[in-house]
C-alpha cells in the first residue's frame, strides 16, 4: 500500500469514527427532571418519586430525576417561577395556587363540587376537565400533563373546633383561592392565603389559629405537636396537577416528551388506589401520635354545606371565563355522582 492509499485509508477510518461517535452522543443525552411539590411522605409526596421511577425507567435512563419535597426549592410561588422559567422541569401542585397565571385554575377548590374521593377522581379523569385544566398557562410556560384528587380537606387548629360557632373570629389558612377565602368568611373565620412552608411556623407563633390541609401532611409533618386538634371538615377536596415547563419539554426529543406526558396521564390514575390507603391510616396516625380527631355534629356539618352551597356560583358569576370554567367542572361533577 502506498503512502497515499495510507493516508487516505486513515483519514477515511477516523471519518467514518467521528460519524459512529456523533450518533450515540445524540441519542445518549441526559436530561435532568426537577420535581417539586410542597408536601412530603404522603400521597402527592408518593406520586412524584413513583412519576420519577416511571419517567427514567420509560426513558431508558436518558431522563435522569430529582425529586424535591416539602418546598426545598422554595416557596409555592417561587417553585411556579421556576416552572414557568425552565429553571425547574415538573411541579406536583394543588391548581388554586397557580392562580395568579389564570384565575380558573382555582375552579377545583369550590367546595361541594365533589363528595367523595371516588367521584373526585372520576372528575379529575373527565376529557372536558382535563381539556380544560390542562391547557390552563399553556401561553404562560406551562404544559399541564395531569391531574388528580389528593384528598378532602381537614382544619387543624390550636385550640379544638367542635362547632361552626367555634370558628368565629378565627384566623385560618386556606389555598389561594377565592373560593376557599369566600367560604369560610360566611363561617366567621378570617381566611388567610399561605405557602405550605409558612404555615407551620405560622401556628407555631399564633400568627394563624388553623390550617385548611390534607390530613396526612398534618401527619407526615408533624403538626401534632404546635396544634393537636383535627376537625373533619372534609371539604373542598384538594387535587394535585402534573405541571411541565413548557420551555424544558419542548427542549426534549420527540419520544422523550411522548414519556413525560404518558407517564404524567398513567400516575394520575394509579394513584387512586394509595390516595384512599393514606386517607385510612391517617386518623390512627394523627391519634397514634398525640393529635385528636373531631367530627363536626351531623346537623353541623350538614350547615356548614349548605353555607358553602353557593359559594363557587357566588364567586365564579363576577368572572365569565371563571363562570364557564366553574360550569365545566360542575357538570363533570354531576355526570360522575
Not at 36 to 61: M, Q
Not at 76 to 102: A, M, N, T
Not at 203 to 226: E, K, P, R
Request: proline letters at 5%.
Amino acid at each position: 500500500m502506498s503512502r497515499r492509499t495510507a493516508s487516505a485509508t486513515i483519514v477515511s477510518a477516523l471519518a467514518l469514527a467521528a460519524v459512529l461517535a456523533a450518533a450515540p452522543a445524540q441519542a445518549d443525552d441526559q436530561y435532568v427532571m426537577k420535581i417539586t411539590l410542597p408536601t412530603i411522605h404522603e400521597t402527592n409526596w408518593y406520586a412524584a418519586t413513583e412519576y420519577a421511577a416511571r419517567v427514567e425507567k420509560d426513558s431508558g435512563g436518558r431522563i435522569k430525576t430529582e425529586v424535591y419535597p416539602a418546598s426545598q426549592l422554595g416557596s409555592i410561588p417561587r417553585q411556579i417561577e421556576g416552572l414557568q422559567f425552565g429553571s425547574i422541569q415538573c411541579g406536583f401542585l394543588p391548581p388554586e395556587f397557580f392562580v395568579g397565571v389564570d384565575n380558573r385554575f382555582q375552579i377545583m377548590a369550590a367546595p361541594g363540587l365533589v363528595e367523595t374521593m371516588d367521584q373526585a377522581q372520576r372528575v379529575a379523569q373527565d376529557p372536558e376537565v382535563k381539556k380544560l385544566m390542562l391547557g390552563l398557562g399553556a401561553n404562560k410556560g406551562l404544559y399541564g400533563a395531569a391531574m388528580f384528587a389528593a384528598t378532602p380537606s381537614f382544619l387543624d387548629s390550636r385550640t379544638p373546633i367542635r362547632h361552626l360557632a367555634d370558628l368565629k373570629g378565627k384566623k385560618i389558612r386556606v389555598l389561594a383561592s377565592d373560593f376557599q377565602i369566600k367560604a369560610f368568611e360566611r363561617l366567621g373565620a378570617t381566611p388567610v392565603a399561605m405557602s405550605l412552608g409558612d404555615v407551620l411556623p405560622a401556628i407555631q407563633q399564633g400568627t394563624i389559629d388553623a390550617s385548611v390541609s390534607g390530613l396526612t401532611v398534618f401527619t407526615s409533618m408533624s403538626y401534632q405537636d404546635a396544634a393537636k386538634y383535627i376537625t373533619a371538615i372534609r371539604q373542598p377536596f384538594i387535587f394535585i396537577v402534573i405541571e411541565l415547563s413548557a420551555k424544558w419539554r419542548s427542549s426534549l426529543p420527540p419520544d422523550l416528551q411522548k414519556v413525560v406526558d404518558q407517564d404524567a396521564a398513567e400516575e394520575s390514575v394509579a394513584i387512586q388506589s394509595y390516595a384512599l390507603k393514606d386517607l385510612a391510616g391517617g386518623t390512627k396516625d394523627w391519634t397514634d401520635h398525640g393529635g385528636e380527631m373531631i367530627e363536626l355534629p351531623k346537623d353541623e356539618q350538614a350547615a356548614m354545606m349548605e353555607s358553602m352551597g353557593s359559594v363557587g356560583e357566588d364567586v365564579s358569576k363576577k368572572d365569565p371565563a371563571l363562570a364557564a370554567a366553574y360550569q365545566t367542572v360542575t357538570d363533570a361533577a354531576k355526570r360522575h355522582k
